[in-house]
């Protein structure tokens, strides 16, 4: 699957299962490890894990876009759109979106667990980083080795 495949199926999701138009880009992140998708605010614009778009992953795929729906449809209604919102969970659950993404044994592969920290964002690395070059993606803070 393309990106052009992604986005029609983002589209057509968000119209059967939210009756809104997804208006954003679609992009496949091939560098995501525990993530399955995420959701741009700024330009809305929607992430999805690149392991997902294997056809056997298709019933997960479904629930990772709608579930980035959720975000984008709440968001563009200024509704609450973020995980601990009732706005959030409530259409999640309605829609029946992933909660998580799904477990495809990439959780094995993951060595270390790094946090930033400032805000204690957590990043799984497969590899070692090079904890000179490397911070927080979020604010820019030191990142830490946890294990
Ligand atoms: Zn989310
Ligand atoms: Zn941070």
Known sequence: MNEVELLKLIKKI????FSYPFNGKAKINY????????????D???EI???????????????????ELCHYYLHTH?????HQNRDFKILLKQVGGSRYAPDIGLAKKIKYTYQCINC?????RIRRIDLKKYVC?????????LK
């Open 31 to 42: 560098r995501f490890k525990t993530t399955g998708g995420r959701y741009h605010l700024k």
């Open 120 to 124: 204690h964002k957590l990043y799984y």
């Open 44 to 46: 809305h614009h929607i």
């Open 14 to 17: 968000s119209l059967e299962s």
């Open 49 to 67: 894990n690149a392991h997902f778009l294997k056809k056997e992953y298709r019933k997960d795929l479904i629930g990772i876009i709608k579930h």
């Open 137 to 145: 993606g979020k604010c820019h803070h030191k990142l830490i080795l």
């Open 78 to 82: 200024q509704m609450g759109y973020k």
